[in-house]
Nanobody, 125 residues
């Protein structure tokens, strides 16, 4: 079993930066793929970024490439999402997720087994 707890959301103006954190606990993580998804009101939950815990390979949605960076701190069992140049369309609840190695490369939420409770990010004009 894996427990995921997100933090770091908030209200910012367009162009600002935020860093989200996801603290993981409950089992060894070296074989897992970690990801961030987001869900805006009235929309489907969508893939944002993923990283392999062991090798550090990363994958991003086109909409965030060049602005967002996913990373891990193995010593702290924590995954980060650094978000720069935020836009109003980035407003959503951001969720941390974990899945098996086969999750890497998939943008489908069904590929991931474990989810955090979410953290709200609001970007104002």
């Amino acid at each position: 079993q894996v427990q995921l707890v997100e933090s770091g959301g908030g209200l910012v103006q367009a162009g600002a930066s935020l860093r989200l954190s996801c603290a993981a606990s409950g089992r060894t993580f070296s074989s897992l793929v970690m990801a961030w998804f987001r869900q805006a009101p009235g929309k489907e939950r969508e893939f944002v970024a993923a990283i392999t815990w062991s090798g550090g390979m990363t994958d991003y949605a086109e909409s965030v490439k060049g602005r967002f960076t996913i990373s891990t701190d193995n010593a702290k069992n924590t995954v980060y999402l650094q978000m720069n140049s935020l836009k109003p369309e980035d407003t959503a609840v951001y969720y941390c997720a974990a899945g098996p190695p086969s999750s890497y490369g998939s943008s489908s939420r069904s590929s991931y087994n474990y989810w955090g409770q979410g953290t709200q990010v609001t970007v104002s004009i």
